[in-house]
């Protein structure tokens, strides 16, 4: 193993936690304390795990497909996670006219306490963490925010379970493991959760808009789901969700989505990472509810 694993480019520690620079010291503790209201709804993943998407599809529900409304909800919106900046501040500050849709990564003992007693609803999306890998390392590596862009490199820290120190710091809010078996071992009969994964929502699209539909008690009609599953498919998402990066005095724009496949980690994995991989990994899921819901290609 590596004795450095390549280091993110602006990052915060906040008591032992690895979160990204817009994260602000107090946040953490300010969150747990956030008021939440009855028809909120929390768009909750492990980073990479089709979270911008998961998000649209809340957002369109809402809207019942409305392009027009989509369009004016995203607007007034604040950007970003939840724990982004002051971003909580400003949905403290949001109209009670209709739903908060909040994206966010944070573990479960940062999420408002209120979620917990049964308050707002919460989308949880899972996806297989070889996917997960290949995403961030990509994601990182053509936005320049890694100092050694090497994929082995990258993939050694990847498997380290102890991101805390600062030498490690290349997989952003903690392990993959610990923050998905922490969710869904203790909250996966909660009536105000519902667990789906990205390899659900691929496969069947339509008929995870009409759980999260359900979920949110937000029924559709046959034709407004349509309008959603249109508006949310991969090749729409992928032109409507450019993001813009300073990078050396000079904005670039990237897309958020990159390929939105299942199994691209057969790219990067060698034979020996791959074992190395699923031999940490079936050591910690067994006898684990989440194992029989991850899957690593179709």
């Given amino acids: 193993m590596a004795d450095k694993p390549n280091t993110f480019l602006g990052v ?14 107090d946040t953490p503790e300010k969150l747990q304390s956030f008021q939440i209201r009855d028809d909120d709804v929390f768009v909750l993943t492990y980073p990479k795990s089709g979270t ?9 529900i809402v809207c019942e497909g409305n392009k027009e409304k989509v369009k004016e909800d995203y ?30 990564h944070v573990p479960v003992d940062v999420l408002p306490k209120q979620i917990f007693e049964g308050k707002g609803k919460v989308l949880f999306v899972m996806r297989n963490p070889k996917d997960i890998a290949v995403s961030f390392w990509n994601f990182k590596k053509d936005r320049k925010l890694l100092e050694d862009e090497k994929w082995d490199t990258f993939f050694e820290a990847y498997l380290r379970s102890d991101n805390i120190y600062i030498y490690l710091l290349s997989v952003l809010y ?63 998402m992928k032109v409507k969700n450019p993001i813009s990066f300073q990078m050396k005095g000079e904005i670039r724009t990237f897309p958020l989505l990159r390929k939105g496949v299942v199994g691209d980690w057969k790219t990067r994995f060698t034979v020996a990472q791959n074992e190395r991989f699923d031999a940490i990994y079936n050591q910690r899921m067994e006898g684990s509810a989440l194992a029989k819901q991850i899957i690593f290609e179709t």
């Fill in 12 to 25: 915060n520690v906040i008591n032992g936690f690895t979160w990204p620079r817009h994260v602000l010291d």
């Fill in 52 to 60: 911008n998407w998961a998000r649209e599809l809340v957002r369109n």
């Fill in 174 to 236: 903690g392990n993959w493991l610990d923050f998905n078996l922490s969710y869904y071992e203790h909250h996966r009969n909660k009536k105000n959760f519902l667990f789906l994964t990205y390899e659900e929502m691929k496969l069947d699209h339509k008929g995870c808009v009409i759980r999260i539909s359900d979920f949110l008690s937000r029924p559709l009609s046959e034709e407004n789901v349509e309008k959603v599953v249109q508006n949310t498919s991969f090749s729409n």
């Fill in 75 to 104: 607007e007034s919106n604040p950007p970003g996670q939840l724990e982004f900046a002051d971003n909580w501040k400003k949905y403290d500050n949001f109209s009670r006219e209709k739903p908060r849709i909040m994206m966010s």
